[in-house]
Antibody, heavy 117, light 107 residues
């Protein structure tokens, strides 16, 4: 079964850092187009960042310079390093896989990050 | 940046047809994807590339895209279709993804 599971969420103070993980099974993150999408409480979906299989990265303007997407091939895990966190970064963070011809077909259950003092 | 506009809510009676629009400048030139999200759950892809239905998605779900409007149509609506629905496109100019604001479908 193809599965993504996020972890690393929690309470963090403004200005702090947090690293999210997305463990994959049934697919190889190295060969996949992976993305992070977030959803603030009661709000809609917001694309955050994408990592192409060719190592190309893209970031939303709201997080560029503060967030870094990466992957670790040996443990088949996608990461999102979040620095200089702001109150408005509070959200459920989802990782998802893009499959050509299909769309974002696999999503994890999400992990909640709360930025608060 | 590119903006996708969806109506905040759509109300439909069971057995009827719901149409959810997604407006954007010349969106007909882009491939539009649609996601269903139920409370407390992750989004689920229901339509890709304007009108393709992933495996396991009922035939009641269909999509179209032309001009400045893409449309998700749910035929013979069931109570279980109550959810938020989001459209999505990829911006070739900068490699960014854009979501619409979402539409809550009430049955």
């Amino acid at each position: 079964e193809v599965q993504l599971v996020e972890s690393g969420g929690g309470l963090v103070q403004p200005g702090g850092s947090r690293r999210l993980s997305c463990a994959a099974s049934g697919l190889t993150v190295t060969n996949s187009y992976m993305t992070w999408v977030r959803q603030s409480p009661g709000k809609g979906l917001e694309w955050v960042s994408t990592l192409h299989s060719e190592e190309t990265t893209r970031y939303a303007d709201s997080v560029r310079g503060r967030f870094t997407i990466s992957r670790h091939n040996s443990n088949n895990t996608l990461y999102l390093q979040m620095n200089s966190l702001k109150l408005e970064d509070t959200a459920v963070y989802y990782c998802a896989r893009w499959k050509a011809g299909s769309g974002f077909d696999i999503w994890g259950p999400g992990t909640l990050v709360t930025v608060s003092s | 940046s590119y903006v996708l506009t969806q109506p905040p809510s759509v109300s439909v009676a069971p057995g009827k047809t719901a149409r959810i629009t997604c407006g954007g400048s010349d969106i007909g030139s882009d491939s539009v994807h649609w996601y269903q999200q139920k409370p407390g759950q992750a989004p689920v892809l229901v339509i890709s590339y304007d009108s393709d239905r992933p495996s396991g998605i009922p035939e009641r779900f269909s999509g179209s895209n032309s001009g400045n409007t893409a449309t998700l149509t749910i035929s013979r609506v069931e109570v279980g279709d109550e959810a938020d629905y989001y459209c999505q496109v990829w911006q070739s100019s900068n490699g960014h993804w854009v979501f619409g604001g979402g539409t809550k479908v009430a049955v």
